[in-house]
């Protein structure tokens, strides 16, 4: 009988951990990332010949080999993070706002709207103030009606904020047909570009100075909410069990819009900075697929604002240097998206080994049963 239930027994078991520290966690991504470099130099020369070495030094060289692509490349970290960071509250409530990319384009649409508008009659700094306002109550509304059904109707958040990214998505194309400049072109162009009014002024001598202290600024302020406020511990507890939530008197319906607004806010800023911080446009593509690349930032840093800034510029370097790659080395994007592909891989299985142990079956143990 012992020799029949030892048998049985798998030669590898996965056990959920307890807890483990944060130099241990950090040791398993950074061993992660250096297999990750390991692999992808193997199939660089596997595939193209090339030497490994020139290909990362060229993705390097692709996001920060200039001054210029070093601003561009911290320039879109910070619009990742910026929409990581609404995303955050959301995530940690256990609430699937999968719909970051259409709050984004609202917030998108009425700055592109107030800078044609009325760039021409108020003060930039007025008008700055103004779309500001604006896009926040934007992507604040884009938030809430979906946590509203949620509350109140318990509909599937997922596929409601999925969906509410295609209404957002054919009210930009609406907006970019009734804008187009110059006519018949299919697109709005770049808005007061002789005046530019409504354009972020440049802070520190930088195009870009003032997105990052916006986006820093917020990721702080997300991360003081979350951790030392009592609606931070409210969304903490609803998102570990609603039933004791409940009991210990937290209105879940209450927190669950409150929490959505603020993400929905967040993200309807992320399009005000993308739209006058950034392109001085609108289109379809404003949120470039953000919104989902800024859920893969909110799970790897656990909701941790501050690590979400490390994440975003991994994320965004990756990007930046597999663009350069495929211009240098003359490949296609298929070749330089697997070498990226590879990295994100072992970046994402290091959660598992964070979160998950595997137990191999000794032979005393099987000899002792």
Not at 126 to 154: D, E, Q, R, Y
Not at 165 to 174: D, E, G, M, P, R
Request: glycine letters at 10%; a positive charge.
């Amino acid at each position: 009988m012992s020799t029949a239930n030892n048998s049985k027994e798998p030669l590898l078991r996965i056990a959920k951990r307890d807890g483990i520290s944060r130099p241990k966690a950090y040791a398993i991504r950074v061993v992660a990332v250096l297999l990750s470099l390991v692999v992808s130099g193997i199939f660089i020369f596997a595939v193209t010949k090339l030497n490994p070495v020139e290909v990362y030094e060229a993705i390097f060289d692709g996001a920060f080999g200039t001054s210029k692509r070093s601003w561009v490349t911290i320039r879109d970290s910070m619009m990742l993070l910026c929409i990581g960071v609404g995303l955050a509250p959301a995530f940690k409530m256990k609430f699937w706002n999968i719909g970051a990319e259409g709050q984004v384009l609202v917030g998108g649409i009425i700055t592109a709207g107030f800078m044609r508008a009325l760039g021409a009659s108020i003060p930039t700094p007025a008008l700055l103030v103004l779309m500001a306002v604006a896009s926040i109550l934007g992507g604040c509304l884009w938030g809430v009606i979906p946590a509203t059904f949620k509350a109140i109707w318990n509909t599937n958040e997922t596929l409601f904020t999925l969906m509410m990214n295609y209404v957002a998505i054919q009210l930009t194309s609406y907006c970019v047909a009734l804008w187009e400049n110059p006519k018949g072109s299919n697109t709005v162009g770049v808005i007061n570009q002789s005046t530019k009014a409504g354009w972020f002024p440049a802070v520190f001598g930088q195009s870009y100075g003032l997105n990052v202290i916006l986006v820093l600024t917020l990721t702080i302020g997300m991360y003081i909410y979350l951790k030392y406020s009592k609606q931070g511990y409210e969304i903490t507890v609803v998102g570990d069990s609603e039933n004791t939530a409940r009991y210990a008197g937290i209105s879940v319906k209450k927190v669950t819009i409150r929490t959505m607004a603020i993400s929905g806010a967040i993200c309807g800023l992320a399009g005000f900075i993308a739209v006058a911080g950034s392109s001085h446009t609108i289109s379809t593509s404003t949120a470039g697929g953000r919104g989902f690349t800024a859920i893969i930032v909110a799970w790897l840093a656990q909701f941790n604002t501050f690590v979400m800034i490390l994440i975003s510029l991994l994320l965004v370097f990756l990007q930046k240097g597999a663009i350069q790659i495929a211009s240098q080395f003359n490949l296609n994007d298929y070749a330089s998206n697997i070498i990226t592909g590879i990295i994100l891989f072992f970046i994402l299985g290091s959660e598992f080994f964070i979160n998950y142990r595997v137990i191999l079956r000794s032979g005393k143990e099987a000899e002792h049963k």
